[in-house]
């Protein structure tokens, strides 16, 4: 009864309520996180696998699993929340550090270099990631350097350049890296891609909860929201759930229907477009006889 009292406070209390436990975020590093895309060289360690001998294991759970875009759609939120399971007391070997991350569909991306030649700028060099989040965001109880080792967020792809999959073909560039560091500044600036250190709130060493904005340019698909068990930098255990976002009504008729039947998604367009040229004209003529 007294978890139960404890996890229905901890979920009603208001994101700015004070707790001992409760770590503050630093905005310099969410705005300016250092990192570096790694070498298409470099190993990504193996395929992680559940640890199903962890005296600690995640029991999670989300606000909502589906979001419905609509047409006056303008963004999301998302609870993630849930507690940390035990058969003996709490390990004395570190301090429990939990890590909550949302990933969108990934698609492959092509970065380009413009240059200067002749007067104009052109599009020259080219590295094609293969495949990139449409939407990634990261939030842990620490700092995220200092709670992972690099060898468990390869072996995860947890950090926001590891979430990026290889190069799709031979890279032909010299500085490839420059090419998907870009991107990720570029997607960081705008939102799509976000590090939240010092964001998920930890009671007791059991009770976490990571609050997410989903932006208003979702893309419709499958996410993936993923929570992340660590200590002394190494995964101890992780849970995984599904997120659908979808559109719905007059939004997603029109979306399907111009990608089913594109000719009657442009017959129907022209039909508009004239009607409402003719309807101006007439209102026009109307205003100009009185």
């Known amino acids: 009864m007294r978890r139960i009292a404890i996890l229905l406070a901890f979920l009603i209390a208001a994101p700015v309520a004070g707790q001992e ?36 294991q995640v029991v999670a759970g989300i606000s909502s699993d589906a979001v419905s875009i609509t047409t006056s759609f303008d963004g999301s939120e998302i609870i993630i ?9 709490i390990p004395m070997t570190g301090p429990l550090n939990v890590i909550v991350t949302v990933e969108g569909p990934s698609r492959s991306v092509t970065v380009r270099r413009k240059q200067r030649k002749l007067g104009i700028w052109v599009n020259t060099e080219s590295v094609v990631v293969g495949a990139a989040p449409s939407f990634y965001s990261v939030a842990s109880t620490g700092t995220l350097g200092l709670i992972l080792d690099e060898d468990e967020d390869a072996r995860y792809r947890i950090s926001i350049p ?40 930890l009671v007791e060493d059991t009770l976490f909860r990571a609050d997410f904005r989903l ?7 499958s996410y993936k929201t993923r929570i992340f068990l660590v200590r002394q930098g190494r995964v101890i255990d992780s849970y995984s759930a ?3 976002v979808r559109k719905v009504g007059l939004e997603r008729w029109l979306y399907r229907l111009a990608f089913d039947r594109p000719f009657a998604y442009g017959l129907m ?7 409402a040229g003719w309807g101006a004209s007439a209102a026009f003529r109307a205003l100009q006889r009185n």
Request: hydrophobic residues 35%.
């Open 81 to 89: 929340f849930g507690a940390v399971r035990r058969e003996t007391p």
């Open 162 to 201: 590891t979430a990026m999959r290889a190069f799709a073909r031979p890279v032909d560039v010299e500085d490839p890296v420059d090419f998907t560091e870009a991107m990720i500044v570029s997607r960081i600036a705008d939102g799509t891609y976000r590090l939240k250190q010092n964001a998920v709130r």
């Open 215 to 221: 932006p208003a340019n979702l893309v419709e698909g």
């Open 21 to 56: 436990t409760t770590r503050q975020a630093d905005p310099a590093q969410e705005e300016f996180p250092i990192m570096s895309f790694p070498s298409p060289e470099s190993t990504r360690g193996e395929p992680p696998e559940r640890p199903h001998e962890s005296a600690e």
């Open 242 to 244: 599904p997120l659908e």
């Open 269 to 275: 367009s022209l039909l508009i477009a004239a009607f």
